[in-house]
């Protein structure tokens, strides 16, 4: 298989924690894979500036849902339960690393999220997201942060809470560089998974398509025996999101540049049930 040792080395894996059910899939998710790749498991908490300048306004107050009560929202108060979350994230993340027996490692930030997030994924092979669930996901667009990461990280995983094991990987191999990246990538997720490997091949004309599967023959290697490929004739967000409903808990692996636009890349985050890998 030639392919690049960059191209597959995941040493480092980032998970963004808070105290979220999000977080908490993203931590699952991360800590199964830092299991299966023998990595380390870093986890980031950042305490965001913006809330902390808007905690700071005279007329700043915090409204709690369960009673409807309104109550002066300061500073301090937002510093003290800030320190709470980030030590609850901690443990997590420890008892986590503990379950997988990978090394780990912690981080508290404070500044702007995107910012933060971005610096510290520039650092890691791997930087894993949890995102809301699907009904609640369509209501809005795609936070900027995550967007941020999906079009920026060099490798972004987002995962929601209740999603399948990742039993089977899906890999997007349009025949560009970008595109063996993600096919390599999915190789070797596919081998430390144990998993199954679906080469989606998006090509119209069935020469088209045979040319690339030739080509992908030569890349999956060691899985080639559990290895089978999806013509695919339209390459946008619902045909990815159909494809992956139809492959029982896959995971989606593409480049970035198979969907062309943060709108593309958005939809299919939002609209996806799977965990989707973006390179």
Do not use: C
């Amino acid at each position: 298989m030639n392919i690049d040792d960059d191209a597959i080395s995941i040493r480092r894996i980032l998970v963004a924690l808070d105290a979220s059910m999000q977080s908490q899939a993203a931590l699952d998710a991360a800590a199964e894979l830092a299991s299966r790749w023998h990595a380390e498991l870093r986890g980031l908490f950042v305490e965001d500036v913006n809330l902390i300048k808007m905690a700071d306004l005279p007329f700043a107050r915090e409204i709690y849902s369960h009673s409807a009560t309104v109550e002066a929202f300061d500073v301090r108060s937002l510093e003290r339960a800030l320190k709470v979350r980030a030590e609850q994230a901690r443990q997590v993340l420890v008892r986590a690393a503990e379950r997988a027996k990978v090394p780990s490692s912690f981080r508290v930030v404070r500044g702007e999220v995107t910012t933060e997030l971005l610096a510290a994924a520039s650092e890691a092979d791997l930087l894993i997201l949890g995102k809301h669930s699907r009904p609640f996901a369509r209501v809005g667009r795609l936070g900027s942060s995550a967007l941020a990461s999906a079009t920026r990280a060099r490798r972004a995983l987002f995962v929601q809470p209740g999603a399948e094991s990742m039993n089977r990987v899906l890999a997007v191999y349009d025949g560009s560089p970008v595109a063996k990246d993600a096919l390599t990538l999915g190789v070797s997720l596919a081998d430390a998974l144990n998993a199954s490997l679906v080469v989606l091949i998006p090509a119209k004309a069935y020469e088209t398509a045979q040319a690339l599967k030739n080509r992908a023959v030569e890349l999956v290697g060691a899985v080639q025996a559990r290895t089978r490929f999806r013509s695919l004739p339209r390459l946008n967000a619902m045909s990815l999101v159909r494809a992956a409903q139809s492959e029982d808990g896959a995971v989606l692996i593409l480049s970035r540049e198979s969907l062309n636009s943060e709108e593309g890349i958005a939809e299919l985050i939002r609209d996806i049930e799977s965990p989707v890998l973006l390179v």
